[in-house]
C-alpha cells in the first residue's frame, strides 16, 4: 500500500486543523438546533404535556390547529398586522437616516452610535418595561397629552385600536442595524453616478429613483427577508408591555405559542404551531427570491 505523500499528509493536517476550528459551530449547531429541530417533529405528531408519556397522534394537533383554533387566527392577525406596518416603516425610516448620515459632517461617528444603540437594547425586557411605562395610564405620553388639553380616559395600551400601533412604534425605533446595513451600501454605489446626474441637470428626487434605489435594491432585499422573519418572531414587547391584551390585539404568534407549551402544557400543539409558523416564513422567504427578479438589479 502506497503511503501518502507530503502534500496529501499537509492537506491532511489542514483539514482537521479547519474541522477543530469549525468543531464549536457544528456542536452548537447540532446541540442547540438540529436536534432540538428533530424533536420538534416528533412532539408535534404526538399529545404531550410535558408530565406524560408522548403519545402519537398522527396529524390532530395540526388539523385542531387550521379548524378548530380560533385564538390561532387571531395571533396570526396580530402578527401579520404586526409584520405589515414595521416592515415598511422601519426600511424606510433606516434608509432615510442612512441617507443622512452619509454626508461629511463632523461628529457622525458619534450620531451612527447613537442611532445604533437601540437595535441593541431595543428588545431587552427593561426597555419593554419603560416603553410600557413611556404610554401607561400615569406616563409620559398622557401627561405631554394632558399638558396640552388633550384628555385621554383610556391609555394608548389600554385601547385595543392603538395598543399594537405602540409595540410597532417600539419596533421602528431598533432600526440601527437596517441602517448601518443601508449606510454601507451607500458608501459602494460610485460617486461618477452623482457626477454624471449632475451634469445632466438631474433634480435630487430623480437621483434618489434612478441611481440610489436601483442600486440599492440588493441591500434593500436583504434587508426585507431579515426584517420580515424578525417581525414574525415577534415576542418581548407583546409579552412584556400588554401581554398580548387588551382583548388580544396584540397576542403575537410566538407569544401564543409560549402560552400553549408553559401556561397550559399543550407542548404538542405548540410545537405544531411552532413548525407552521416556519412555514409562513418559508412561504414568504421563497416568494421574495422568486420575485427578486422582478425588481432587484444586480451589477451584472
Known sequence: MAKPSKKQHYKLKDNIAGYLFLSPWIFGFLLMWLVPAIISIYYSFTDFNLLNTPSM????????????????????????????????????????????????????????????????IGGSIAVSIVWKQFFGNKGVVMSLLGLFGVQQKMSFLGNPKTALIVIVIMGVWQFGSSMLIFLSALKQIPNSLY?????????????????????LTPTIFFNLILQIINGFRVFTESYVITDGGPLDSTLSYVLYLYRRAFTYFDMGYSCALAWVL???????????????????????
Open 278 to 300: 416556519v412555514a409562513i416564513i418559508a412561504v414568504f422567504t421563497v416568494i421574495l427570491f422568486k420575485t427578486q427578479n422582478n425588481w432587484v438589479h444586480y451589477e451584472n
Open 57 to 120: 397522534i398522527g396529524f390532530s394537533n395540526y388539523i385542531r390547529i387550521f379548524t378548530q383554533d380560533d385564538t390561532f387566527i387571531q395571533s396570526l392577525k396580530v402578527t401579520f398586522s404586526y409584520v405589515f406596518l414595521l416592515v415598511p416603516l422601519r426600511l424606510a425610516f433606516a434608509l432615510f437616516v442612512a441617507m443622512l448620515l452619509n454626508q461629511n459632517h463632523k461628529g457622525l461617528g458619534l450620531y451612527r452610535t447613537l442611532y445604533y444603540v437601540p437595535s441593541i
Open 195 to 215: 457626477e454624471s446626474a449632475m451634469v445632466d441637470g438631474g433634480k435630487p428626487w430623480q437621483v434618489f429613483t434612478r441611481i440610489t434605489l436601483p442600486m
